[in-house]
């Protein structure tokens, strides 16, 4: 497959938003929030801890449900694996972040990056390496609608755009689930298994059911994405004011005690 210099362009786009991003942000965040590293590996810890149910449980639904009907068993896998990643992942925070007591909405935002992060990484080698192997190596293997370059570089597109809204919206999921064990309600955590699974079924099941409908999960995305960033913004402006505020009063001819 030849690719043109835009659908490069395209491909590097998506392996930035997976990797380069995520880890960028990471070091960002704990900088300029003054959290601890190991913050960011709690939240990995939260997404690592629910992956055998993310594996698990759609395969024995599909193996149990579907049998040979190759239509159903797609439908079936979707809808598993949408209530599976619900439950188990914001089941997974919820647990250790009631152990690990996460100190303010600081810890909280990181933990949720490291979680987002985390699944990036490891979808990544999915939907970023092998991908790239396939077009490169063996694009007849790729299907018939993805041997187009162009088809490559639009997937690529939208798919690493996709991915950062989705870690965006981890870290609203975490605020959420951080709340719940912070206010000790479960509301919050039943909320965030309630946008889950609306997420992932707008994601991989609703399409498959009703045409045209791929903008549903968008919908639900880019509000949950846009709460997180302003968040994040949030916080950002309150690190930044409160390191600059020793330099204004020191400026002004103003000591202050301790």
């Known amino acids: 497959m030849t690719l043109a210099p835009l659908d490069w362009l395209a491909l590097g786009f998506q392996a930035a938003c997976?990797?380069?991003?995520?880890?960028?942000?990471?070091?960002?965040?704990?900088?300029?929030?003054?959290?601890?590293?190991?913050?960011?590996?709690?939240?990995?810890?939260?997404?690592?801890?629910?992956?055998?149910?993310?594996?698990?449980?759609?395969?024995?639904?599909?193996?149990?449900?579907?049998g040979d009907d190759r239509q159903r068993a797609g439908l079936v896998w979707g809808v598993a694996l949408s209530l599976t990643a619900a439950v188990a992942e914001e089941?997974?925070?919820?647990?250790?972040?009631?152990?690990?007591?996460?100190?303010?909405?600081?810890?909280?935002?990181?933990?949720?990056?490291?979680?987002?992060a985390t699944e990036a990484f490891v979808l990544g080698l999915q939907f970023v390496v092998a991908q790239l192997v396939l077009v490169l190596a063996h694009p007849e293997l790729l299907p018939p609608e993805a041997q187009d370059p162009?088809?490559?570089?639009?997937?690529?597109?939208?798919?690493?755009?996709?991915?950062?809204?989705?870690?965006?919206?981890?870290?609203?999921?975490?605020?959420?689930?951080?709340r719940a064990?912070?206010?000790?309600?479960p509301g919050g955590w039943l909320a965030a298994i309630g946008l889950h699974a609306a997420l992932d079924l707008a994601a991989f099941v609703l399409p498959a059911l009703v045409?045209?409908?791929e903008w549903a999960v968008y919908a639900l995305a880019v509000p949950l994405a846009g709460?997180?960033?302003?968040?994040?913004?949030?916080?950002?402006?309150?690190a930044y004011t409160s390191a600059a505020r020793p330099a204004d009063t020191s400026s002004a001819g103003v000591t202050e005690a301790g």
């Not at 250790?96 to 935002?109: G, M, T, V």
């Not at 064990?181 to 309600?185: A, G, I, M």
């Not at 302003?230 to 309150?238: D, F, G, K, Y």
């Open 18 to 66: 997976f990797y380069v991003v995520p880890a960028t942000a990471a070091v960002v965040l704990v900088r300029r929030l003054h959290v601890r590293w190991r913050t960011l590996g709690l939240g990995a810890l939260t997404w690592l801890s629910a992956l055998p149910f993310l594996i698990g449980v759609p395969l024995v639904s599909v193996a149990l449900l579907a």
């Open 91 to 116: 089941t997974s925070r919820y647990l250790w972040y009631r152990r690990a007591q996460l100190p303010d909405r600081r810890a909280a935002i990181v933990a949720g990056l490291g979680h987002g």
């Open 150 to 178: 162009h088809v490559v570089a639009t997937w690529a597109w939208i798919g690493g755009a996709s991915r950062l809204l989705f870690v965006a919206g981890h870290v609203g999921l975490t605020l959420l689930v951080w």
């Open 211 to 213: 045409p045209h409908t």
């Open 181 to 185: 064990v912070r206010d000790r309600r």
């Open 227 to 238: 709460w997180a960033t302003a968040s994040v913004a949030s916080e950002l402006r309150a």
